[in-house]
């Protein structure tokens, strides 16, 4: 990640929340399940011992990641309503002749498009930066393909 993470408000609670629940719920009950699985004997056929450790793994890089963009967040402010999509607007587009769609532009850490939530680092965010109501965005894709998206609405 770079130096400075961009989050909302919102979202940099939720990071709070879940690096509070990994570090005080489920640090503590990986190490006491690692020292259970220990008490098992002979550690290298143990599913129990060696499942648990890749867990404690998982959990610790995590915990790292979150603590990364708490230490290095850049809040990213209500913007004002200029009509132009920046980043935490949300932004209403229609796909070629398709369903409207919503989307809040956000930084990468907390993007999530299944809650309508794109990052501004993706090609539908960089495509959306800086386009008005009625403006045509042209996303390309990976592999490539481009699509345009003709903005509805700037909220």
Do not use: C, W
């Amino acid at each position: 990640m770079s130096p400075d993470v961009d989050i909302t408000p919102e979202g940099l609670e939720a990071v709070r929340a879940e690096l509070d629940q990994l570090t005080t719920v489920r640090r503590p009950y990986i190490v006491e399940k690692i020292k259970s699985a220990r008490e098992l004997g002979d550690l290298s056929e143990n599913f129990e011992y060696h499942s648990a450790k890749n867990e404690q793994g998982f959990i610790e890089s995590r915990i790292q990641e979150l603590e990364q963009i708490v230490r290095n967040h850049k809040l990213i402010s209500v913007p004002r309503a200029t009509g132009v999509v920046q980043l935490g607007s949300t932004v209403r587009f229609t796909e070629e002749d398709g369903p409207e769609e919503t989307y809040r532009i956000v930084g990468p850490a907390e993007a999530d498009p299944a809650q309508g939530r794109v990052s501004n680092e993706s090609a539908v965010g960089k495509a959306l930066l800086g386009r008005k109501v009625g403006d045509l965005a042209t996303v390309e894709t990976e592999s490539g393909d481009t699509y345009q998206l003709k903005v509805v609405a700037v909220d």
